[in-house]
């Protein structure tokens, strides 16, 4: 017959935290693969223009950037307050664009080279003239896939 | 000598998930999920140097010139207007759906999965700006003429199969962009310094 049983203490198992690392991990991995670390310290102040059209870049290892913009505070002294360029991490002036834009297409893959995407990050106050230069430039070195980098128009 | 059996204690894993809350941390304050967004063109292939800049003969009808300034103002066909009446006379140009005859001329094109169609696949955009144009106005009229075309293919995906562009498979995208091929023309860069704007 069924006894029911009083005098034994009924305790709660404790919670197996096993599992925890495991979980933990899994978080982590996710965040690995979403993250991309900063392309370069800024040298130059970019504001992009607003857009509504935009378009998502995708394959982010076939992008070479290009920043346009006046220099930050700390760069004025030494290069003034007339839009510069920046490549990767330094200044640069407009003639060396193409042969950054060669070298860099070298260093991919045979089969990647046509999927080079260059990034105009300009700021929204540039005269075109800078940016008709670089066009220029970018079309001699056969980097014709181009993007103008901009941002979500929230309203007129 | 009876050899003593030695136990090989286990590796106490407790300290596993403070070592992975560590590195979780640490990509989480270093994640950006921002993803670059943009405008995206192409451009046209170089110039050779030995070759001049040919003036294919285009019917005054099937161009549409795009003038800015450097006062960031628009002139389209002749006529000074905002950027924000820009994306309706583009979309008028490109589909000329009153068969106008100052508007381009119609073609009856064969087209897969769609099968004959008019539409106006001689039109060109003739865009051209000024040295001194502000970025952002040039990215402001791109913007509108880009807003242009994917209104149109939207409408006629719409129409024809019931869905929006971006739903379409593959092919019919295809088959849509050639309806409405984009046919965005930048002007070679003259020459600047000597003729300011207004001398051509």
Do not use: C, W
């Amino acid at each position: 017959m069924a006894r029911i049983r009083k005098d034994e203490k009924r305790e709660a198992p404790a919670l197996s935290t096993s599992s925890l690392p495991d979980i933990i991990f899994m978080l982590l991995f996710f965040f690995m693969a979403v993250t991309s670390m900063k392309e370069v310290t800024y040298k130059v102040k970019v504001t992009p223009p607003e857009a509504t059209e935009l378009q998502k870049l995708e394959n982010k290892s076939m992008v070479r950037y290009v920043y346009v913009g006046k220099p930050t505070a700390e760069f004025k002294k030494v290069f003034g307050s007339e839009t510069r360029i920046q490549l990767s991490d330094a200044f640069a002036d407009i003639s060396e664009l193409e042969k950054y834009v060669v070298s860099e297409r070298s260093a991919m893959k045979e089969g990647d080279q046509n999927l080079l995407t260059i990034s105009i990050k300009a700021d929204k106050d540039t005269r075109m003239g800078v940016i008709t230069d670089i066009k220029q430039a970018l079309r001699r070195a056969y980097a014709l896939k181009i993007s103008y980098a901009a941002q979500q128009r929230v309203s007129y | 000598m009876a050899r003593k059996k030695r136990k090989i204690s286990e590796i106490n894993s407790s300290s596993m998930a403070d070592i992975s809350f560590l590195l979780l941390i640490f990509f989480l304050v270093t994640t950006s999920m921002n993803v670059s967004t943009g405008l995206s063109r192409r451009l046209p292939p170089p110039l050779q140097p030995n070759q001049k800049p040919t003036d294919i003969d285009i019917k005054k009808r099937n161009i549409f010139i795009v003038k800015v300034n450097s006062l960031n103002q628009l002139m389209v066909q002749g006529q000074e207007i905002n950027v924000r009446q820009l994306k309706d006379k583009a979309k008028e140009f490109i589909s000329n759906s009153s068969n106008d005859p100052n508007l381009p001329e119609k073609v009856t094109v064969e087209i897969d999965l769609i099968g004959n169609i008019e539409i106006t696949k001689d039109h060109v955009i003739s865009l051209q700006n000024d040295v001194d144009t502000q970025y952002q106005a040039y990215i402001e009229v791109q913007n509108e003429l880009v807003a242009a075309y994917n209104e149109l293919r939207n409408e006629f995906s719409k129409e024809r199969f019931g869905k929006l562009y971006s739903d379409l498979t593959e092919d019919q995208q295809k088959a849509v962009q050639s309806v409405y091929p984009q046919k965005i023309s930048e002007a070679e860069p003259k020459n600047y310094g000597g003729i300011k704007d207004g001398a051509n």
